[in-house]
């Protein structure tokens, strides 16, 4: 890139910037309600809307009250939503298997979703920590590491679960190798030709995931173990840009960069490098940050929602995970 910016007072960058009008006439980015995917957390039982402590605003759902939620999106244009399941204690096993069940939850949800919302897109999480009794994305040997191809085939499974109930988008978010090209292969094998796959491909051993694994009730399972042999480690940036690939080569329709803000830098990348669509989830942890500054009056809440929302636009990401996706349509949307 070659820029020209003639002396001073030929160039006066401030002129752009003197009035509105002027301002929105060389606005580089933008945000609208299609850029927005939901996360929502889902448990079983009815009428429930448990609120998440260190997640201010968010609450987990049940299958009903997820219902309003759901409309609500409808209303607002808001094109995703993304499930999450909270799993009760006693279905959890070491190797997940809950994770595959047609009649589970998550498939249940997402039925019920798309019976009747059929506009509404559905994204479904594949990975199994919210359904192993020791918190880690897949399955373990004795010595408490994942094993990968043997959790490959759990995934394609839960995959194909997801599917077969309707989701339009499955998401796997597990970080084992190989796991896109197998999930795309079983997925093609079973007719599933217009499932997209939304690889979590850039997905680091980050600390900021706390509240989500609070949400998901794995933070107690998981204890003092960490992913830390399987997610990127928060130091590396080329390893991510070999993640995407291999995610691309192996079917992957849309690529994510997680979590969001502290790498809006990979995010820059791996959209200049593949130019796929490319999204970032702005974490709970994330989300956190900035509700408890809001709360104690460091912030100003709504400004800096939407300035971080628009930040990853400008850093190249086509939409954003966000739990702030309702707030911030509200705002985009005057209601
Ligand atoms: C599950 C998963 C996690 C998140 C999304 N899917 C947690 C993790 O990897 O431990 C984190 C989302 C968030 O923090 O908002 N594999």
Redesign the pocket.
């Given at each position: 890139m070659s820029i020209i910016v003639p002396d001073f007072p030929a160039s006066r960058l401030r002129r752009n910037r003197r009035d509105d009008f002027s301002r929105r006439l060389v606005r580089e980015s933008s945000l609208s309600v299609d850029d927005f995917i939901y996360?929502v957390f889902v448990q079983e039982g009815k009428g429930i809307l448990q609120p998440i402590p260190s997640m201010p605003g968010i609450v987990r759902y049940s299958p009903d009250t997820l219902m309003s939620v759901a409309e609500e999106c409808v209303k607002l244009g808001i094109p995703v939503l993304a499930l999450f399941p909270s799993i009760e204690n006693d279905k959890k096993t070491p190797d997940g298997i809950e994770a595959t069940r047609p009649d589970g939850l998550i498939p249940r949800v997402v039925r019920q979703l798309k019976t009747a919302f059929p506009e509404l897109g559905i994204l479904c999480?594949v990975?199994l920590?919210p359904y192993t009794s020791h918190g880690q994305?897949g399955i373990i040997d004795d010595t408490g590491y994942v094993l990968n191809d043997e959790t490959l085939a759990m995934l394609c499974q839960q995959a194909l679960v997801q599917a077969e109930a309707g989701a339009d988008y499955v998401a796997p978010?597990?970080m084992m190798d190989g796991r896109i090209g197998k999930i795309r292969q079983a997925l093609e094998d079973n007719h599933f030709i217009y499932t997209r796959i939304m690889a979590y491909s850039a997905k680091y051993a980050s600390a900021?995931?706390g509240p989500?694994?609070d949400a998901v009730g794995s933070s107690g399972n998981l204890g003092k173990s960490n992913?830390m042999t399987y997610q990127i480690d928060p130091a590396n940036r080329y390893e991510a840009l070999r993640e995407v690939a291999a995610d691309i080569k192996e079917g992957a329709d849309l690529v994510m960069v997680k979590p969001g803000m502290p790498y809006l830098d990979i995010l820059r990348d791996v959209k200049d490098e593949f130019k796929m669509p490319t999204y970032a989830?702005q974490?709970?942890?994330e989300y956190a940050m900035i509700k408890a500054a809001s709360q104690n009056g460091w912030l100003d809440h709504d400004k800096v929602m939407m300035e971080s929302l628009l930040a990853f636009k400008r850093a190249g990401a086509d939409g954003i995970l966000t739990y702030f996706a309702i707030d911030a349509a509200k705002l985009l949307k005057h209601v």
């Amino acid at each position: 890139m070659s820029i020209i910016v003639p002396d001073f007072p030929a160039s006066r960058l401030r002129r752009n910037r003197r009035d509105d009008f002027s301002r929105r006439l060389v606005r580089e980015s933008s945000l609208s309600v299609d850029d927005f995917i939901y996360p929502v957390f889902v448990q079983e039982g009815k009428g429930i809307l448990q609120p998440i402590p260190s997640m201010p605003g968010i609450v987990r759902y049940s299958p009903d009250t997820l219902m309003s939620v759901a409309e609500e999106c409808v209303k607002l244009g808001i094109p995703v939503l993304a499930l999450f399941p909270s799993i009760e204690n006693d279905k959890k096993t070491p190797d997940g298997i809950e994770a595959t069940r047609p009649d589970g939850l998550i498939p249940r949800v997402v039925r019920q979703l798309k019976t009747a919302f059929p506009e509404l897109g559905i994204l479904c999480d594949v990975a199994l920590d919210p359904y192993t009794s020791h918190g880690q994305d897949g399955i373990i040997d004795d010595t408490g590491y994942v094993l990968n191809d043997e959790t490959l085939a759990m995934l394609c499974q839960q995959a194909l679960v997801q599917a077969e109930a309707g989701a339009d988008y499955v998401a796997p978010s597990d970080m084992m190798d190989g796991r896109i090209g197998k999930i795309r292969q079983a997925l093609e094998d079973n007719h599933f030709i217009y499932t997209r796959i939304m690889a979590y491909s850039a997905k680091y051993a980050s600390a900021f995931y706390g509240p989500f694994r609070d949400a998901v009730g794995s933070s107690g399972n998981l204890g003092k173990s960490n992913k830390m042999t399987y997610q990127i480690d928060p130091a590396n940036r080329y390893e991510a840009l070999r993640e995407v690939a291999a995610d691309i080569k192996e079917g992957a329709d849309l690529v994510m960069v997680k979590p969001g803000m502290p790498y809006l830098d990979i995010l820059r990348d791996v959209k200049d490098e593949f130019k796929m669509p490319t999204y970032a989830y702005q974490v709970s942890g994330e989300y956190a940050m900035i509700k408890a500054a809001s709360q104690n009056g460091w912030l100003d809440h709504d400004k800096v929602m939407m300035e971080s929302l628009l930040a990853f636009k400008r850093a190249g990401a086509d939409g954003i995970l966000t739990y702030f996706a309702i707030d911030a349509a509200k705002l985009l949307k005057h209601v």
